[in-house]
């Protein structure tokens, strides 16, 4: 059946009552995953502590959006445990995060009627709300638009402000800026910064290094299913310590 | 035997001087359809949405039995009925037979396997799109499908019509249930099947005419809203 859970409680408010228990730091066991045989995540182990922007890196098929997807429950790991704040994944700890994906899937409803949508579920919806949200992403004058009729860096935008609507603790971005003109990008990173300087904890998906450079506060890079180094942002980019990694700052293909 | 030139003129008149018999009949025909095809969409786009999005053992099963009952054939649903509904029947006590609301029954259930088999396919579509969207926010069941049935608005505007022009087209059913009865029970089919048998063919081309202009209204509206969707980019 359709996977889901209802959200029974409300405050006097009428807005939802979250689950207030941090889900903060988050602790990976022995995490392995495999589809058909094939082994995508292979025995990782990794904590993940608040604020900051973790940087996750890697060449094609590392399995870095596998990886985002196993933290986000979207996808159930073959061995191994995640913990969100000492708790295995349960719906609580999935509504305190919001995850973005590689390719917009928006509503087919006006732009401001796919953040309503997401305020009403989280039972806080009013039109001042979406207003402010728009504004805050600078899609205000296109509230009444059609959402798929976009461009890709205002579609982009829209998703990243639907997923912040939920106010979440912890944000997975999965390339968010893939294809994007250089504008499109910096007005994406722009929002992304401003959410991590209110807290947020951001796990952003990158094959750019230059934006990688411009945002990480730490990084994890990830090579053939493992995490081959996870460090500071600037030792990473001066000092990286695996072969893998100063290869692929080099430009150098890695296979 | 009438001459067809001067059949063709007594329809045209018949239709032009909106003629009291034929607008009762064309009345009843919009009503019990109509009636219908809200009964079917009641029940079948709720079902085509909770199958379009479930996944369960027999689903394969279901779909198949829901596509084959896409082509039920109209006398044997209209004989079901009857069955059900005559005297000695389990409903009988009702005295809904050789009733508008026998053939709006019907009716229903010739065309609810339709609306819920082509909604199913259009809910799952959609729903391939949103899965993953749905499942990260946490979205409960109900309000996914409020929420999938609300965006594929359009295209099952489309099935809802569909599966109301299958409905006036018919019929096999109505006059098995319905009767034919003037003035109470004679729908636009029943009424060229039996006037045409009379050899009145005047009203039977009349209603014909209608009958056509009511299928180009339905496709030609088909059309302007696939248009309108695609205007908005929401197909």
Redesign the interface.
Known sequence: ???????SNTSSTGEAVRDVRPILPCEVTDLCFEVHGRTIIDHIDLQLTEGSLTMIMGPNGAGKSVMVRLL?G?LFPTSGEIRWGGRPIE?ST??SQ??V?QKP?L???SVSANIA??LA?RRKNSPERVEKILDSVGLSGLANT????LSGGESQRLVIARALA?DPDLLFLDEPTASLDPASVLAIENIVMSARDRGVKIIFITHDIGQARRLADEVIFMHRGKIVEKSEASQFFDKPASKEARDYLAGRIVL | MQDFGEAFRLAFHLVWSANPDLIEIIGLSLQVSLSAMVISCLIGLPTGAILG????RSRNAVIIILNAMMGLPPVVVGLCVYLMLSRAGPMGWLGLLYSPTAMIIAQSILITPIVAALSRQVIED?HT?????????????G??IG?LL???RYSLLTVALAGFGRAVAEVGAVIIVGGNIEHLTRVMTTAIALETSKGDLSLALALGMVLLAIALAVNAAVMGFRMTAVR????
């Open positions: 059946m359709f996977d889901t859970a209802i959200i986000h979207m719906d999935r509504k919001a995850m994906f899937v509503l087919r409803r949508f997401v579920l059609p959402a798929r009729r939920t | 999005i479930s996944r369960f959609l799109e949103y899965a993953e969207q749905f499942r990260s926010l946490c979205v409960p069941v309000t996914a929420a609300w965006d594929a908005n980019a929401y197909v």
